[in-house]
């Protein structure tokens, strides 16, 4: 199912809770990314991480945190800083090379605010 | 930064007719140009995809076409069916790691 892994498939959120979105891979990829997508936008650069222990923000990377401590896993934290944080959350990786550039997706959290 | 902008934002076909799907890009540093097609609720899947040295490249029914003097490439699908309706997204990327999308264009074949 292309090795990458997000969990959970829905999520919910209180006002004021700090949530995680988990986000595996087993394909080996250096890179990994973080994407919302919300109805009707294209995906949006949360951040992004070309090798373990270092990471970069994106376009939109107010109000989430992430860490990449191992190289299989790169969570993404939604903090309570984010005030609109319902939308589909995709998370993806990638060989990180000049010469293979394919970028490869989760299945997605959905993350709605209670 | 670079922008990507994509149209049309919905297109509607019938069954057997072509489509195509057009996208810009303003940085001429990326070099990279795939294409991703999304059910809903699931996760976008690559379709094909052209890197700069390349004017064309087919894959049975689908197509994509870079100009990379006026900056744009083109998705083509022909003799459409009904399991090409989806959400179609373009993108562009550099050297530098960062992919940039378009927003998207909701594909429906009508039977």
């Known amino acids: 199912d292309g090795g990458i892994t997000q969990s959970p498939k829905y999520l919910f959120r209180k006002e004021g809770q700090n949530v995680t979105l988990s986000c595996e891979q087993n394909?080996?990829?250096?890179?990994m990314y973080w994407y919302r997508q919300d109805p009707g936008q294209g995906l949006r650069l949360i951040y992004y991480s070309q090798i373990v222990n270092d990471f970069q923000k994106g376009d939109i990377a107010e109000g989430y945190s992430v860490s990449r401590e191992k190289k299989e896993s790169f969570p993404l934290t939604v903090t309570s800083a984010q005030k609109n944080p319902t939308a589909f959350y995709l998370c993806?990786?990638?060989?990180?090379?000049?010469?293979?550039?394919?970028?490869?997706f989760g299945s997605g959290t959905q993350l709605s605010v209670l | 930064g670079e922008n990507v902008e994509q149209h049309p934002s919905t297109l509607s076909v019938q069954e057997g007719d072509s489509a195509v799907i057009k996208c810009t890009y303003s940085?001429?540093?990326?070099?990279?140009f795939p294409w991703y097609k999304q059910e809903l609720g699931k996760r976008p899947q690559l379709i094909i995809d052209?890197?700069?040295?390349?004017g064309e490249k087919k894959d049975q029914r689908i197509a994509v076409t870079l100009n990379k003097t006026a900056k744009h490439f083109s998705l083509h699908i022909t003799e459409t069916q009904p399991e090409d309706s989806a959400v179609y997204f373009c993108a562009a990327a550099d050297t530098g790691n960062q992919f940039y999308f378009g927003t998207g264009t909701s594909l429906t074949v009508i039977p």
């Open positions: 052209i890197r700069s040295n390349v």
């Open positions: 394909l080996n990829h250096d890179a």
């Open positions: 940085d001429s540093a990326s070099n990279y």
């Open positions: 993806a990786s990638r060989v990180s090379s000049a010469t293979n550039e394919k970028l490869f």
